[in-house]
Nanobody
Framework: QFQLVESGGGLVQPGGSLRLSCAAS????????IGWFRQAPGKEREGVSC?????????NYADSVKGRFSISRDNAKNTVYLQMNSLKSEDTGVYYC?????????????????????WGQGTQVSVSS
């Protein structure tokens, strides 16, 4: 069964760190572009970061998280990670991973929701003192 499961969210103080995981089952992440998105209360979902198919991996970050967040993929574990450092209160929200099939690996990853076909259920991140 095609499934994406996010984990690693929680409550952290400002300045703290979290590492989110997105584990895939029922398919191989290696042939997919993966994106991380988030939705804060009362706001629209926005792109945070993405990574293209391995073998030419390129990454993309929202300006608001550049220098603080880092995306990576472990194809052996069929998992993608989002390392989040120096967290701020404005990073609070539900974080989702999403994928787009790209076996040829020609596409760049984009932070646009419409680019992605499948979504996980999300994990809550709360940054508060």
């Amino acid at each position: 069964q095609f499934q994406l499961v996010e984990s690693g969210g929680g409550l952290v103080q400002p300045g703290g760190s979290l590492r989110l995981s997105c584990a895939a089952s029922g398919f191989t992440l290696e042939d997919y572009i993966i994106g991380w998105f988030r939705q804060a209360p009362g706001k629209e979902r926005e792109g945070v970061s993405c990574i293209s198919k391995s073998g030419g991996s390129s990454t993309n970050y929202a300006d608001s998280v550049k220098g603080r967040f880092s995306i990576s993929r472990d194809n052996a574990k069929n998992t993608v990670y989002l390392q989040m450092n120096s967290l701020k209160s404005e990073d609070t929200g539900v974080y989702y991973c999403a994928v787009r099939y790209d076996p040829a690996g020609f596409r760049l990853c984009l932070l646009k929701q419409g680019e992605y076909d499948r979504w996980g259920q999300g994990t809550q991140v709360s940054v508060s003192s």
